[in-house]
């Protein structure tokens, strides 16, 4: 009878302070911490809809089929909903097709995927208090463990970077959310981490809690298919610090403070923080206290002065958790990239090839311009969603360029808007990234560059930036 009910119950064993779960059908185990528990005991006992079972919605069902098994879940997906194999078995319900959203009278909590547009929300679930995300439940539940970055361009390097100056100075930390993996595959073991999360404005959208330390990069028209308009993007972006409690520390361009987004910085609990850079020189104030340092860009492997601000902003969060200024910028010199982001492919007959597939708004491509002065060739051009092209149309008129090779619907605008203005730049229409890497060879003098910097999203020819820069790769390898 006794060894029945042991291999009924779970069986809980207190030790101090942690509490160690053994379960007897599984044979795994996981070390209990308060914040982790505060969590489960909010979900559990709940009738929960995941809304987009994608990678974070698989994320979220392991998690509660784990922690939460007397929760009631209910998948909903405007696609056929197929469930892998390690979820056989399991007790719920499907939803899918155009009612995959439900009725909130139904549920307690909606935990919604960021693929999931809050236009497809119905007004009933965005007036209730029932709708969350994994991102929401982290920062009310572990918001002082976080150090959060968000912005248009350049969270992924700032988010990497930070976490790169942790580790490498012996802090425990963990790198999650937007890149990495979902926060819920990555808490049962974050007791003792800082977390890193690079946020998205899909992600904060929903937000009702901050990070204890928040980095806002910048913030360009981006995303509109998926927001009422860029007022409303831009307050997804600022929710990563207007919900900060008092102690918390929110990092913002220091050319905003007093000048931009006036109304956001007002509602801000926690102490604002300006970071930047100018020439080769980091800078950011604590409390009025100015801090200043020369970094030698010429030993670093990130290029350009959108990257020295990103550098600027990482070491302000690293100082904020507790990184002495020098020990951050030692470790700086031995951080290594990420891929498609100003990414040296090879030199072929004294022609550099870059790739800067992540550029996917006329920003990014100015500032991948600015950084490398001495291009004769960028490849434009992508799937068109009706950003304004004057700013990059106004600065190659003014730029060293010669060619510009131009590819899909954004390819032929460009090509377009520069006919109407006088310039000695010679356009090259292409179908293919093949075609468009042949005729950047045939057309860059020796000792120049030759930059993929799209300036658009992917979608019109791959699955993604990452597979447009490995297209790019392949063909510059092939030369």
């Known amino acids: 009878m006794k060894n029945g009910l042991i291999s009924r119950f779970r069986i809980v064993f207190i030790f101090g302070i942690k509490n160690i779960i053994f379960q007897c059908f599984t044979k795994k185990y996981c070390i209990m911490y308060p914040e982790l528990n505060n969590l489960i005991e909010y979900l559990k006992e709940s009738r929960i809809l995941i809304a987009g079972f994608g990678r974070e919605g698989v994320s979220t069902l392991r998690f509660l089929k784990q922690f939460v098994p007397d929760a009631q879940i209910t998948i909903g997906d405007k696609q056929e909903i197929i469930l892998p194999e390690e979820f056989a078995g399991m007790e719920l319900q499907k939803l899918s097709g155009e009612g995959y959203l439900g009725d909130p009278d139904n549920f307690d909590l909606m935990i919604k995927t960021p693929g999931i547009s809050l236009k497809e929300v119905s007004e009933k679930w965005a007036k209730s208090d029932k709708l969350s995300s994994q991102t929401g439940l982290l920062l009310r539940f572990f918001e002082h463990k976080v150090i959060g970055i968000t912005g248009t361009k350049g969270k992924s390097t700032t988010a990497t970077l930070i976490h790169h100056l942790l580790v490498s100075n012996g802090r425990n930390a963990l790198l999650a959310g937007n890149i990495g993996l979902p926060f819920f595959d990555e808490l049962p073991n974050a007791e003792k981490k800082t977390i890193v999360a690079e946020l998205s404005s899909h992600q904060l959208e929903t937000v009702y809690h901050s990070p204890s330390i928040a980095v806002l990069l910048n913030v360009f028209p981006e995303h509109l298919d998926h927001y009422q308009d860029f007022r409303a993007y831009a307050r997804a972006k600022w929710n990563i610090g207007l919900y900060q409690k008092w102690g918390g520390r929110m990092f913002i361009p220091v050319e905003w403070i007093g000048h931009n987004w006036i109304d956001y910085q007002k509602q801000c609990s926690g102490q604002i923080t300006g970071f930047g850079a100018i020439n080769n020189e980091i800078t950011f104030d604590f409390n009025k206290n100015h801090f200043s340092e020369c970094i030698d860009l010429s030993k670093l492997p ?178």
């Open 302 to 479: 990130l290029q350009g002065a959108h990257n020295l601000s990103n550098i600027s902003a990482a070491i302000g969060a690293v100082i904020e958790a507790g990184l002495e200024l020098q020990d951050a910028i030692k470790a700086l010199y031995s951080f290594k990239p990420l891929p498609h982001r100003l990414e040296f492919i090879r030199e072929v007959y004294r022609v550099k090839y870059i790739n800067d597939s992540i550029s996917t708004i006329p920003q990014s491509a100015i500032a991948a311009l600015k950084a490398y002065p001495a291009t004769d060739t960028i490849i434009l051009g992508g799937f068109n969603r009706g950003i304004d092209y004057s700013e990059l149309i106004d600065f190659l008129s003014k730029s060293d360029v010669l060619n510009l090779v131009l590819m899909g619907e954004v390819g032929k605008l460009i090509g377009e808007l520069m006919g109407k203005i006088r310039t000695r730049i010679k356009l090259y229409f292409v179908d293919s990234m093949q075609d468009a890497v042949a005729v950047a060879s045939r057309n860059t003098r020796e000792g120049r560059v030759c930059m993929l910097s799209p300036a658009a999203a992917s979608y019109d020819k791959y699955i993604n930036f990452e597979y447009r820069g490995d297209d790019f790769r392949k063909c510059v390898e092939a030369l």
